[in-house]
């Protein structure tokens, strides 16, 4: 089992930058890719980006160039730098781990970005 915690999220002002992390713990030597998911209100939720070390990173279009995914050094820790938010960067943000073949779900935090 893998257990994710996720922090970070807050109100900001558009153009403004937020780091996101994502403590993972458990049986965490055996997730095979992490990554952030966003839900907006109303919508279905959405992957931002993905990380693995067979793959390297991945990003939707919507964030790319503005939003960095990164691991730390243990790698039982996923990060997400946010810089120029935008309003529809709002949503409740979602850490997931693949590991055992399932996948893993934080409870989420909340980003706000007013205008």
């Known amino acids: 089992q893998v257990q994710l915690v996720e922090s970070g999220g807050d109100l900001v002002q558009a153009g403004g930058s937020l780091r996101l992390s994502c403590a993972a713990s458990?049986?965490?030597?055996?997730?095979?890719?992490m990554g952030w998911y966003r839900q907006a209100p109303g919508a279905q939720r959405e992957l931002v980006a993905t990380?693995?070390?067979?793959?390297?990173?991945n990003y939707a279009d919507s964030v790319k160039g503005r939003f960095t995914i990164s691991r730390g050094n243990t790698k039982n820790t996923l990060y997400l730098q946010m810089s120029s938010l935008k309003p529809e960067d709002t949503a409740v943000y979602y850490c997931?781990?693949?590991?055992?073949?399932?996948?893993?779900w934080g409870l989420g935090t909340l980003v706000t970005v007013s205008s």
């Open positions: 458990g049986i965490t030597f055996r997730i095979k890719a």
């Open positions: 997931n781990a693949v590991a055992f073949e399932k996948d893993y």
């Open positions: 990380i693995s070390d067979s793959s390297g990173a």
